[in-house]
T-cell receptor
């Protein structure tokens, strides 16, 4: 069964500092991997996705993520955080085939301090 | 393209009452998903429709829950005899038909249910 672990429930960073959010997945083959962001009162917005190919994936809002098969990880990074990045971030793994079930992690809440 | 819409956005009900939520997917999307998100958790899959057929249901979907998509367009999720444990955000997502790679799921804003 596919699963996702986000070990950090809550992270606080200063505005302008770099950010890395951790994600580890479990899946029997090469997975589809996603990072979503959810702001209060908003739906989930896709930041970026990995299907295959280049292991460094660029997304919207200046985010990037790196797929490391050997570590079963897909960490999200941003070089300089803005106050508007404060939100909850979810890593997810998608199954290939069938109805392409997506399994989400428990999320990491990002707080940005001035 | 106006995105996935859900109605209502908030629902407060008393324990034991029935509630119904509606989801309108992106117009050309034939796949529709329902998820439930409780506080401090990520969304959990509930059920999946392809056109009007309900093809997959999670064990989370107890007998009190029923979902329909009668004409393959909008969908409804009904919860009968609500319990306080049903309090959650109910998210709907849709994706386009296709067989190549992964068909991205687009999420609606959700319906927040509070059961008193």
């Amino acid at each position: 069964a596919q699963s996702v672990t986000q070990p950090d429930i809550h992270i606080t960073v200063s505005e302008g500092a770099s950010l890395e959010l951790r994600c580890n997945y479990s899946y029997g083959a090469t997975p589809y991997l996603f990072w979503y962001v959810q702001s209060p009162g908003q739906g989930l917005q896709l930041l970026l996705k990995y299907f295959s190919g280049d292991t460094l994936v660029q997304g919207i809002k200046g985010f990037e993520a790196e797929f490391k098969r050997s570590q079963s990880s897909f960490n999200l990074r941003k070089p300089s955080v803005h106050w508007s990045d404060a939100a909850e971030y979810f890593c997810a793994v998608g199954a290939k085939g069938g109805y392409q079930k997506v399994t989400f992690g428990t999320g990491t809440k990002l707080q940005v301090i001035p | 393209d106006t995105g996935v819409s859900q109605d209502p956005r908030h629902k407060i009900t008393k324990r034991g009452q029935n509630v119904t939520f509606r989801c309108d997917p992106i117009s050309e999307h034939n796949r529709l998903y329902w998820y439930r998100q409780t506080l401090g958790q990520g969304p959990e899959f509930l059920t999946y429709f392809q056109n009007e057929a309900q093809l997959e249901k999670s064990r989370l979907l107890s007998d009190r829950f029923s979902a329909e998509r009668p004409k393959g367009s909008f969908s409804t999720l009904e919860i009968q005899r609500t319990e306080q444990g049903d309090s959650a955000m109910y998210l709907c997502a849709s994706s386009s038909p296709g067989t190549a790679y992964y068909n991205e799921q687009f999420f609606g804003p959700g319906t927040r249910l509070t059961v008193l």
